[in-house]
């Protein structure tokens, strides 16, 4: 289930259909139509947003979100997506303290509206963020890596390989038990993302993958993922400063070994892959 559908499926306190219920007898009482629905919707906003902040994950997530633009939706746990279709904006970045920015423009204005199309993906070995935005012409990955790398939180940032010239992405690895969260904001339209620590220690585990041997950021690692359309293939930086496709996170060699017989029937499956494994908190070989 993804953080959007965990959301989604909150149990509504049924103390919030009761402030909602007298709100409506009290806003008939006026004989005045526009004040029942001024009445009902502030009403229902108010509770439903006290309801939420006293999530302890989302109120985390809301901290010294500035005033400015209005909130579309939180991504938290397993990331998700979001957006609006667009063509040509141009991603750019932002930090102030704790806080990241990720900003839109066109040659038209400043900055759109909306947020573009993106896609929002956490994997755990090592704990890091995917990020793809669709609709897209240029990303400045030297300024985004730049305004990442300066937070205590966040390890490593590199691009993604995407042969689709209307896409870009990026990949920010995060130290070992940090959380995150991704909010959506409109009008204007861009992403803020926090990140927050306990300071709790993290016991490293050993995962089980299957790889490609290392290789050179470029268009061979876009050719190899449009190789295996059906496969949840995401790329690594290795402890040699290059490349390896990985697809799985097992906690056996056995589980990989399954997953590499059930690749090894696909017809046009090339030997790529192999098993192998790691500390979630390292980089492969």
Known sequence: MTSKERYENIEIPAQLTDVIR??????????????????????????????????????????KIPVVGTIVQVLQFGGGDGGQITDGVT??????????????????????????????????????????FDGTRYMDIDKVKADFVTQPLVNDVYGSMILDDSSVGFVVVLKEGVQHSVTEFKNPGYLEVKLSSDGKPITPRKVYSLRTEPMPYGESM????????????????????????????????????????????????????????????ENPK
């Open 222 to 281: 876009g050719i190899l993922k449009e190789s295996y359309p059906e496969e949840d293939i995401t790329f690594l930086r290795t402890s040699n400063d290059e490349f390896t496709a990985v697809i799985g996170e097992y906690s056996t060699a056995a589980e990989a070994e399954l997953k590499l017989k059930e690749l090894a029937q696909l017809p046009d499956y090339n030997n790529d892959f192999y098993v192998d494994s790691w500390m979630s908190n």
């Open 91 to 132: 991603v750019g970045s932002e930090t102030a303290e704790d806080t990241l920015r990720i900003n839109f423009s066109t040659d038209e204005q400043g900055h759109t509206n909306d947020v573009p199309y993106y896609k929002v993906v956490h994997k755990e070995a090592p704990n890091r963020l995917i990020f793809t």
């Open 22 to 63: 007298q709100a409506q007898q009290k806003a008939a009482a006026r004989k005045s139509s526009s004040r029942i629905i001024r009445s009902v919707s502030a009403l229902a906003a108010c509770a439903a947003f006290l309801f939420i902040v006293n999530i302890p994950a989302v109120a985390n997530a809301m901290v």
